[in-house]
């Protein structure tokens, strides 16, 4: 499966410098807001019941959290609806929306799409089809990236971006279904129960938007946010150097993390298990990370303005400006990002939790101070990455004193 997300990310990236000379810097902008949108809310739309899916012996259970996910999110779809209708205007007003106003209505039916896709990918997990998962990731990349090169060399219609990412969900809906039939799991997500069955399960599941829904949704904040946040203070060019910046550094970035904490998370486990700790493990994985790390980032703080010229074309300099400024933050977030996981393993979401809540409200707060007191995108940028930083090395340093199983002493010590 991971190599299959692996190509497909490396596909959209060799496309990147296409698409950049097909559409401007606006229509970047605008998808960036376009998905910041869905993102927030498609966070909560599945109640995070999905990741239970693989749990029960029983496949009756997950066929009653399938629907009992279906059932949240279309009354949650039924109230955004409801909420557009009325007062449409005034949303697209005040996040200067008007290039988006009819796309917008793509919104309620990509959450529906979003979380089928979501509930098939666990189910494929559930019954161990990872190569199905990795083709219909890859699969999905391939129709994105031909989509939006049609668009952009036709220009037979207007976000030509945005219209190729909701077409990509239909085709991963399609793909979907279509293996789930070819490996004869269809009936068996199909199942109905009755409504006090699902009501049931959904309650001997409810840890799960209890614990994972809050951070989830602070951290999908802290990471959509920002683009919402441009485009009502500057202009969607900002927004569309900005994103696609944070994009390109950080995508390489989330890999490694990625790898690094499936080796982090397992080892960790038994470190605990068998010293009571992961202090050694957490400081020796640190210190390679650290070294990895520093040379191509100092390197693309120095190079950064150039190369995306070179690479991207002549009217995307100013996102490698930003990009230097986003060095910064995102090198502490690389050293931060692989070790996530020890607070599931030490039981200390609520921990995570408030560093979430505190880095939002340290995002939103820079990205404003740059606004209010500069009036200029280039200290928003720079007051964004210092807060990201911040956060960062705040997490950093709960993650070292957890990782000497100081906590786990404390508990034990008062229980």
Not at 151 to 173: H, R
Not at 191 to 197: P, Y
Not at 232 to 241: A, D, I, N, R, W
Request: net charge positive.
């Amino acid at each position: 499966m991971m190599s299959g997300t692996l190509v497909a990310q490396i596909l959209l990236i060799c496309v990147t410098p296409i698409l950049t000379r097909l559409y401007t810097v606006e229509d970047f902008g605008n998808l960036s807001v376009f998905m910041s949108i869905l993102s927030m809310l498609t966070v909560g739309s599945t109640g995070k019941f999905e990741l239970a899916i693989v749990l029960p012996k029983k496949t009756i259970i997950s066929s009653q959290l399938v629907q009992g996910i279906l059932y949240i999110n279309h009354l949650l779809v039924f109230l955004i609806v409801l909420v557009f209708l009325l007062f449409f205007d005034n949303i697209v007003s005040l996040l200067e929306l008007e290039q988006l106003s009819y796309f917008i209505w793509l919104v309620p039916l990509s959450i529906v799409i979003i979380a089928f896709n979501t509930i098939f990918n666990h189910w494929f997990l559930r019954f161990r089809k990872y190569h199905v998962s990795s083709i219909i990731v890859l699969g999905s990349a391939i129709v994105i990236s031909l989509v939006n090169l049609v668009f952009g060399y036709t220009q037979v219609i207007s976000n030509g971006l945005v219209c190729a990412y909701v077409i990509a969900q239909f085709f991963t809906l399609g793909l979907n279904i279509y293996f789930l039939r070819k490996n004869n799991l269809f009936e068996s997500i199909m199942v109905r129960s009755k409504l006090g069955d699902v009501l049931d399960t959904l309650k001997n599941y409810s840890n799960f938007p209890k614990y994972q829904l809050p951070s989830e949704f602070l951290f999908t904040t802290a990471a959509q946010i920002t683009p919402i946040i441009f485009a009502f203070l500057f202009t969607k060019v900002v927004v569309g150097h900005f994103a696609l910046a944070l994009r390109l550094v950080k995508l390489p970035l989330v890999i490694l993390a990625n790898a690094i904490n499936s080796v982090f998370r397992n080892e960790a486990l038994d470190s605990y298990r068998n010293f009571g700790n992961c202090e050694l493990l957490f400081l020796s994985l640190l210190k390679k990370l650290i070294l990895v790390a520093i040379i191509p980032f100092t390197i693309l703080f120095f190079i950064a303005p150039d190369l995306f010229e070179f690479v991207l074309g002549a009217s995307w300099r100013e996102a490698g400006t930003y990009a230097q400024l986003l060095v910064f933050g995102l090198f502490f977030e690389l050293l931060s990002l692989p070790f996530r996981s020890i607070f599931q393993i030490t039981n200390t979401q609520f921990i995570y939790l408030r560093i979430q809540t505190l880095s939002v409200i340290l995002i939103i707060s820079a990205i404003f101070s740059g606004y209010y007191f500069y009036d200029d995108s280039w200290y928003a940028v720079l007051f964004f990455s210092i807060s990201s930083a911040f956060s960062h090395l705040l997490s950093l340093f709960y993650i070292y004193f957890l990782s000497k199983g100081e906590y786990l002493k404390i508990n034990l010590q008062n229980s």
